[in-house]
């Protein structure tokens, strides 16, 4: 059984365009990540939900709206798709009452292309 | 200052030889560190962590961790080509942020 999955692995759309991301864990984690890793590397956090209660919402343009409908499901809609938007985008989740002492456990990935 | 820096790299280390990674951060109150590592087009995965200051190992690994310094590193040893990969620092907590991730390259 995958800890962490992600919808779709891949992604092709024009710009414009509306898509989502679906995430589910089954490990019974309350907090729930979204990154996006650009062509760079570097892993930038998005968004963190915490019990479907929105806890993290770092610098990221308004097109993108995370949703939670229960605590092992975080969703991210995308508006108006841009280039700029094609990076491979990571769920993550983790036991946070666990303190500073839980790993996270990453989903595979989805690789977005905007064209 | 950003909360969690690594150098890029790419570090280059003959195979057998010891790869060192570092990691500052920039929070006094984080109260352990998790080392990640990512392969090329995968996800990463959780290697090592550590909480109190002074070593951990771990098979070929080892952390340090220097809280007054704010400072932690990975040691890999006897380093393989399939040790190739970014490695990526991140403190524990909620806030779960990483730092730019060092690629390291073992070559035969």
């Known amino acids: 059984d995958t800890a962490v999955s992600q919808t779709p692995k891949y992604l092709v759309t024009q710009m414009g365009n509306d898509k989502s991301i679906k995430c589910e864990q089954n490990l019974g984690h309350d907090t729930m990540y979204w990154y996006k890793q650009d062509s760079k590397k570097f892993l930038k956090i998005m968004f963190s939900?915490?019990?479907?209660?929105?806890?993290i919402n770092e610098t990221v343009p308004n097109r993108f709206s995370p949703k939670s409908p229960d605590k092992a499901h975080l969703n991210l809609h995308i508006n108006s798709l841009e280039l700029g938007d094609s990076a491979v985008y990571f769920c993550?989740?983790?036991?946070?009452?666990?303190?500073?002492?839980?790993?996270?456990?990453f989903g595979q990935g989805t690789r977005l292309t905007v064209v | 200052q950003k909360e969690v820096e690594q150098n890029s790299g790419p570090l280059s280390v003959p195979e057998g030889a010891i790869a060192s990674l570092n990691c500052t951060y920039s929070?006094?109150?984080?109260?352990?560190f998790f080392w990640y590592r990512q392969y090329s087009g995968k996800s990463p995965e959780l290697i090592m962590s550590i909480y109190s200051n002074g070593d951990k190992e771990d098979g070929r690994f080892t952390a340090q961790l220097n809280k007054a310094s704010q400072y932690v590193s990975l040691l890999i040893r006897d380093s393989q080509p399939s040790d190739s990969a970014t490695y990526l620092c991140a403190p524990g907590g909620g806030k779960l942020i990483f730092g730019t991730g060092t690629r390291l390259q073992v070559f035969p």
């Open positions: 929070d006094r109150g984080s109260q352990s």
């Open positions: 993550a989740s983790k036991r946070v009452p666990g303190g500073s002492y839980t790993e996270a456990f």
């Open positions: 939900y915490n019990n479907k209660e929105l806890i």
